[in-house]
C-alpha cells in the first residue's frame, strides 16, 4: 500500500474479479485502506455485519469512514464504489462531460454484461458439477463475442476510454483469467497487448496482492 495519511478505508472483499477492484483503485490513487476478509466460500457474505453495507450480499463493498462532510459512509457495487473513489480523488474518473460519459459506458458494459456472462461461462465451464453442454455452448459463445468487441475496441486506442480510467480497472480482472472462460489471445492482440500494459503496473499488482 502507498505511504498516505488519512483514516483508512475498510474494504470488504474476497479474492475473485470483481473483489479486486477496489483495491486495484485503492492503490492506484494512494489511499490508505484495510482489507476485512469476506470468505465468499464459508457464507460469510450472509453475515448481519456484511448485509448492513451490502444488502445484496455481494463483495465488493466499501466503508470510507472520511466520506461526505467528513461522516462515515458505506457503498456496495464495484462500480458505485469506483465511481464515488474517483470523484473522491479526481482521479482515473474525468470531470469532463463527455469523457465522463465514455468512462461510464465501458464501466457499465463491463458490469452489466462483460462480468457477468464471463462468470457464467467460467461457472459452467470450471465449477458446475453437472457438465451441461447447451450452457457452456452459450457462455462461451457469448463470452467470445464480449472479447470481440473490446478487441475491436482497442484496435486504435491503448485504454477504453482515451486515458487510463476506472472502466480498464474493472475489465481487466476478469479479462485476467480468459483461459477458464474458454477464450485464447490467438485472434484477441488488441486484448493482450492491453491486458499485458496493465498487468505491468505496479499499483495494479499491488491490487491483486492485497486479498
Not at 479474492?15 to 489511499?31: A, F, Q, R, V
Not at 469476506?38 to 450480499?57: M, R, W, Y
Not at 454484461?113 to 451441461?132: C, E, S, T, V, W
Request: aromatic share 10%; glycine share 10%.
Amino acid at each position: 500500500m502507498a505511504a498516505v495519511t488519512g483514516k483508512p478505508i475498510d474494504v470488504h472483499t474476497w479474492s475473485t474479479p470483481n473483489g479486486w477492484k477496489i483495491p486495484i483503485m485503492l492503490e492506484e490513487c494512494g489511499l490508505p485502506y484495510r482489507v476485512v476478509p469476506v470468505n465468499i466460500g464459508k457464507g460469510e457474505q450472509t453475515a448481519p455485519d456484511f448485509l448492513a453495507i451490502s444488502p445484496n450480499n455481494k463483495i465488493p463493498a466499501i466503508v470510507d469512514h472520511d466520506g461526505p462532510g467528513g461522516e462515515p459512509i458505506s457503498i456496495f457495487e464495484s462500480g458505485a464504489i469506483l465511481q464515488y473513489l474517483g470523484r473522491k480523488t479526481g482521479r482515473f474518473y474525468p470531470t469532463e462531460e463527455r469523457a465522463r460519459v465514455a468512462v461510464d459506458e465501458w464501466l457499465f458494459w463491463q458490469v452489466g454484461g462483460f462480468g457477468p456472462m464471463l462468470g457464467q461461462a467460467h461457472h459452467f465451464r470450471i465449477y458446475a458439477q453437472d457438465k451441461i453442454p447447451y450452457a457452456i455452448e452459450r457462455f462461451t459463445a457469448e463470452a467470445n463475442r464480449l472479447y470481440g468487441v473490446l478487441d475491436k475496441r482497442l484496435a486504435d486506442r491503448d485504454y477504453l476510454a482515451g486515458e487510463y480510467s476506472i472502466a480498464d480497472m474493472a475489465t481487466l480482472t476478469w479479462a485476467k483469467f480468459h483461459g477458464k472462460q474458454g477464450i485464447e489471445f490467438d485472434a484477441l492482440p488488441n486484448v493482450k497487448r492491453w491486458l499485458d500494459r496493465l498487468l505491468a503496473r505496479p499499483g495494479v499488482q499491488r491490487g491483486l496482492a492485497a486479498i
